[in-house]
């Protein structure tokens, strides 16, 4: 694991591990609770993520359909203002819509926001051309373990970002290219997708 540096990069993404309430203990098998550790929203907004960004720079936040709205907020409590979305397509091995749990609607998709810092001027170079990519792409992937994010989502903005300081926060991988920081970040290392 790497030291994260204040200011510094153009590119964040970022997984909170974002508390989860289930309706019964059937639920409990599949929630993030099984999984890793999570965070209550306080704690989350308390990381200031958004200080991680160089003048210019976007973040790339994964969210949660039921918690959207409060993940939102998070994202403007670190100073970062939400300027587009997006969706991941989780896909499974054979190629088919992988269907995942809800509480009125079974989602086949995990929402993402961008954001941008909020008093920024203009966003740094080749990253404008990253909000306007993913702002018309629909990041189709394989689902794989436990918020493990898709490979797809991060070849996508190193095509729109080459050269560009990414950092991938809560990483569960390591990967050339990006600062990873979290609990697992060599979890899958060496592991093929």
Same mark, same amino acid.
């Given at each position: 694991?790497?030291?994260?540096?204040?200011?510094?990069?153009?590119?964040?993404?970022?997984?909170?591990?974002?508390?989860?309430?289930?309706?019964?203990?059937?639920?409990?098998?599949?929630?993030?609770?099984?999984?890793?550790?999570?965070?209550?929203?306080?704690?989350?907004?308390?990381?200031?993520?958004?200080?991680?960004?160089?003048?210019?720079?976007?973040?790339?936040?994964?969210?949660?359909?039921?918690?959207?709205?409060?993940?939102?907020?998070?994202?403007?409590?670190?100073?970062?203002?939400?300027?587009?979305?997006?969706?991941?397509?989780?896909?499974?091995?054979?190629?088919?819509?992988?269907? &995942?749990?809800?509480?009125?609607?079974?989602?086949?998709?995990?929402?993402?926001? %961008?954001?941008?810092?909020?008093?920024?001027?203009?966003? #740094?170079?080749?990253?404008?051309?990253? %909000?306007?990519?993913?702002?018309?792409?629909?990041?189709? #992937? +394989?689902?794989?373990?436990?918020?493990?994010?898709?490979?797809?989502?991060?070849?996508?903005?190193?095509? +729109?970002?080459? #050269?560009?300081?990414?950092?991938?926060?809560?990483?569960?991988?390591?990967?050339?290219?990006?600062? &990873?920081?979290?609990?697992?970040?060599?979890?899958?290392? #060496?592991?093929?997708?």
């Amino acid at each position: 694991m790497i030291d994260l540096q204040p200011f510094a990069y153009d590119v964040v993404m970022i997984d909170p591990p974002w508390p989860w309430e289930t309706y019964s203990a059937a639920g409990q098998a599949k929630s993030p609770e099984a999984q890793y550790d999570t965070m209550s929203f306080d704690d989350i907004e308390a990381l200031r993520a958004g200080d991680l960004l160089a003048t210019g720079g976007v973040m790339m936040m994964w969210c949660t359909w039921p918690l959207f709205d409060r993940q939102a907020a998070v994202m403007r409590a670190w100073g970062v203002k939400p300027v587009t979305g997006g969706a991941w397509a989780k896909r499974t091995a054979s190629g088919k819509l992988r269907w &995942g749990t809800g509480y009125v609607l079974r989602s086949v998709c995990e929402p993402f926001l %961008i954001g941008a810092l909020k008093d920024s001027g203009a966003r #740094g170079p080749g990253v404008s051309n990253l %909000i306007g990519t993913i702002d018309e792409a629909l990041v189709d #992937g +394989v689902a794989r373990e436990h918020s493990r994010k898709p490979d797809e989502a991060y070849a996508l903005i190193e095509a +729109v970002a080459p #050269g560009l300081r990414r950092a991938d926060i809560f990483a569960r991988q390591r990967r050339p290219g990006w600062d &990873g920081w979290g609990n697992e970040a060599s979890k899958f290392d #060496g592991v093929a997708p």
